[in-house]
């Protein structure tokens, strides 16, 4: 078992900044990741980071968000820059506890934190 606690996220402003973290206990994980949903939207591949540190971001935060991983306390972080309001969002950790080539799919991350709220206003 692995568990995930999140911790960050808010209201910010549009063009503000925002931090999360997500430290995980329990078995060895692998990759670790990102994902958001909004509301009537279904769940999308924010970043994830993996076990050798490479990186993978979705399009649309490339440039903006910037993740990274603390192996020491096995937390992984992510940084929101330039935030806009369509980055507005539940924001959920998710780690895999098994070896993939996949990283951008749900589908392919075995535990998920409880999620925390990311609000960007006008």
């Known amino acids: 078992q692995v568990q995930l606690v999140e911790s960050g996220g808010g209201l910010v402003q549009t063009g503000g900044s925002l931090g999360l973290s997500c430290a995980a206990s329990?078995?060895?994980?692998?990759?670790m990741g990102w994902f958001r949903q909004a509301p009537g939207k279904e769940r999308e591949f924010v970043a994830a980071?993996?076990?050798?540190?490479?990186?993978y971001y979705a399009d649309s935060v490339k440039g903006r968000f910037t993740i990274s991983r603390d192996f020491a306390t096995n937390t992984v972080y992510l940084q929101l820059n330039s935030l806009k309001p369509e980055d507005t969002a539940i924001y959920y950790c998710?780690?895999?506890?098994?070896?993939?080539?996949?990283?951008?799919?749900?589908?392919?991350?075995?535990?998920w934190g409880q999620g925390t709220q990311v609000t960007v206003s006008l």
């Open positions: 998710a780690a895999r506890t098994y070896y993939s080539h996949y990283y951008t799919t749900a589908a392919h991350y075995n535990y």
């Open positions: 329990g078995r060895t994980t692998y990759a």
């Open positions: 980071i993996n076990n050798d540190e490479s990186t």
